[in-house]
Structures are given as C-alpha cells and as structure tokens.
C-alpha cells in the first residue's frame, strides 16, 4: 500500500518481508499503490507541459495546450500502467527454470513496487527540461535497481545467488522497457506542443 513507500526507500530489505506477509492481490496492488503514485510523473509532466513547457537545453520553450495536455496525459498514464504488467510478466516468464518458482501474482507485485523510485522521480517533469528529466529519471532507475537486487531474495523466495542473476536480467529488460517507454513519452508530448520543432524548421 502507499504506507511502503518510506519502507522501501529507507529500509528495503525489512520492508520486502513486510509486503511478502500481507498476500496481497494484484488488485489491490494497483487501487493501492500503482494508480496512485503513477500519477505523479502524470500530473507533473502535465503541469510542467502546460505551465513551463518543454524544452530540449536550448532557449526556445514548447507549451502543450491543456485539452492536448489532458490527452496525452492519460495515454502516458495508460502506458505506464501497462509498463509495470510487461516487466512483471517478464521477471515471471524469466523464473520459469526456477524450481520454486514464484506466481505470476507475486512477480506482477514484485514490479509494481520496484517501480516505485520511478514514479516519485517523475516530480522531476514539473520543469521538463530534457537534461533534468533524464537525470531523474537515471536516479529512479538506479534505486529501483537496489531495490530489485535488495528484494528478489526476500520477496520472491529465490537464492541470493539465483536472485542476483535474475535481477540482472529483470534490470536489462527493465531499461528497454524504460527507454521504450521513454521514446513514446517524448514522441506524445512533442506532438502535443503549439510550436513543433518540426514545423519551426520547415517554416
């Protein structure tokens, strides 16, 4: 729930056996935990875009209308949903040598909350400068590392050993996903903005 927030980001590791004792459903997951911190890169691409505007380093700014800025906010929104299911689906489809293996159940909740630093550094798009955005988005991914590292042992019940060979791959998938992701991101709010870098240049 959204009280494991502070528990994953101060003591991981505790936190994990906290989550692993509650059995909670993928459901409840989401209505708990996902649908409301997804919102935070969300909101804050959405006020950034229609507010500041976006840049990529340069002096020229790109406002987004608010009508476009709503849409283009909820198929950010819908994507980043559907992020979270792909790599729990892949951390499940990757324990499949695994003799223990965990649920399907468990892997998509595993993801949910490892996706956690993700979605708290999506404050970083109240000023979507393109360089600041990637850097948050860098140190999200960096601590949802750790935390996939710090939590495959505990959560999942696999070996430290199988455990750190599996988060390896999680993690390598994971930043395809991320960087798939992140170029349909650009690509959305871009077409979004009033001025175009495209139509700027062929004027």
Known sequence: MIHHVWGLLHHPEREWHKISGEHETVTHLYAHHVL?????????????????????????TYKVSLSNGIALG???????????????????????????RPSRRDCLIFAGYIATPMFICGVFALYPVFWLCMLGMVIGLVYSGYLLYRGTPSFLGISHQRGFILSIKTLGIGVLVLEALL?????????????????????
């Open 36 to 60: 409301l911190l997804a919102a935070i890169p969300v909101i804050c691409a959405l006020i950034g875009t229609t507010q500041v505007g976006w840049t990529y380093g340069g002096s020229d």
């Open 74 to 100: 909820v198929a950010f929104y819908a994507l980043i949903l559907l992020a979270v299911g792909i790599v729990g689906s892949v951390i499940y489809w990757m324990a499949r040598d695994i003799e223990q």
């Open 183 to 203: 170029v349909v991101t650009v690509l959305l709010w871009s077409m979004g903005t009033e001025h175009s870098v495209v139509w700027e240049f062929f004027r």
